[in-house]
């Protein structure tokens, strides 16, 4: 056995990750940036080893709740936007080129993240995710969301602008998501949560015959996955896709890439 | 459903964490700690939501593999010790106050970059693990780790002054070990590297009779696990005991801790 030591001519580009919204999220956003890197350098053809994968920092600092914001507009009220923007600041200083935002509801301060820091790319999760469900020809979807996200329409205006249909929660489903987000994976309870996200997207199949489901907020893949009492419905994961795509940045200069392509 | 924005009179310290050693069990290594926040939180009696969780940053950064500079003294040989200070001291700079290395072998390390660093605490996972052992008077253990763990002798050293005797494995169970890290976990495949490391288990078991296994090195826990395989192995994650430190660290200074612990 072999250890190889050499450096690679090309390395990625260094990549940040805005998390703690919440905690859990981010450490599994990490993990699944992780697993986007290991086959992506499969794609490419890069012997997969610890010193081939992108430089990355996770950065999970203390956030004002966003929904809880973007429901208060009075002035001084905690707002996500200044620790977002610092942190990501930080990030930047520390090299990062590509940033993902570990939470959905955040990004409806994409837009001042990325006109504050456009020497970095900072990647769009809803529209990554937007894109993948075109890609795949889906016509209709279900959101499950927080109530932040739904009334920015962060989602909505995303889909609607690709023609998909987009179902969504009434309000009492609404507060049961918003239970199994926050009293249930912000919690620490996880079968409370898995109860309500999966008695809200079985209400969705049953009223709007949606087989697609976006799990909009980062909270409930922690809680919410394919399983038989969910037959027919298809989960969608925006981490997983966010993911991947900053995968694809970090990899984006290497030289093999245009092989891979080919 | 409330949801609390206001900030608690007293904040968890900031902390780091070292990772990369691979990325994986960099990954993991957070997902561990912010567990270990959450039992924290409940054991203080502090509610437990996103903002009250410690500001931690994880830099998973390239760093020459550990092993391969424990066996190559030449001078100019690529050696780990550089990069690690470097990202240790941006973790100072980012306000870390506890630095927690998500890599065992990496432990060789651990001198110059406590000595470096005298203002942050640099977490000992092995003199952790050794203190865990100690206090439930585990009087021998069997030791699974990378070659240059071995020949370093970070934990065997560690465990004869806390008089746990130590098996370890033959040359050609090491050789076993090392596939399964480095063919295995570092390359992604999971399969090969839990056939190798549950093989040298049961060797270790039959040969010396001994019951508890410390898995020294980030990579074994992703690929192995308590199983009837295993029957009678009791497998000590030092990744676990080292993000419950961490934990305890970053909310050392909370007013609650006194009353928690008396």
């Not at 996880?190 to 909009?216: D, K, N, W």
């Not at 969608?236 to 694809?248: D, E, G, K």
């Amino acid at each position: 056995m072999s250890l190889v030591s050499a450096s690679p001519p090309h390395t990625p580009q260094v990549v940040g990750i805005l998390g703690g919204m919440g905690p859990a999220a981010g450490a599994d956003f990490v993990r699944l940036f992780v697993q986007a890197c290991t086959k992506r350098m499969e794609v490419l053809g890069i012997p997969v080893r610890d010193q081939a994968y992108p430089e990355h920092w996770l950065a999970q600092v203390p956030i004002p709740d966003r929904t809880a914001a973007l429901n208060d507009t009075r002035p001084g009220a905690h707002q996500p936007a200044d620790p977002m923007l610092q942190a990501t600041g930080r990030l930047a200083a520390l090299g990062a080129r590509v940033v993902a935002i570990a939470c959905n509801t955040a990004h409806a301060w994409h837009g001042i993240l990325q006109q504050r820091f456009p020497q970095m790319v900072v990647l769009h999760g809803v529209q990554e995710v937007v894109a993948e469900l075109s890609a795949r020809k889906v016509q209709g979807v279900g959101l499950l969301a927080t109530r932040g996200a739904y009334d920015a329409g962060l989602y909505q205006r995303e889909l609607e602008r690709a023609h998909i249909a987009c179902s969504v929660p009434d309000d009492h489903e609404r507060e049961q998501l918003m239970q199994g987000i926050y009293e249930g994976v912000k919690a620490g309870n996880y079968p409370l949560a898995r109860q309500r996200f999966e008695a809200v997207s079985i209400a969705l199949q049953e009223r709007y015959s949606v087989s697609t489901l976006i799990m909009g907020c980062t909270e409930i893949p922690l809680a919410l996955s394919e399983h038989p009492r969910l037959e027919g419905i298809s989960l969608v994961n925006p981490s997983v896709v966010l993911a991947s795509a900053l995968a694809r940045h970090a990899y984006c200069d290497m030289p093999t890439e245009g092989m891979a392509q080919a």
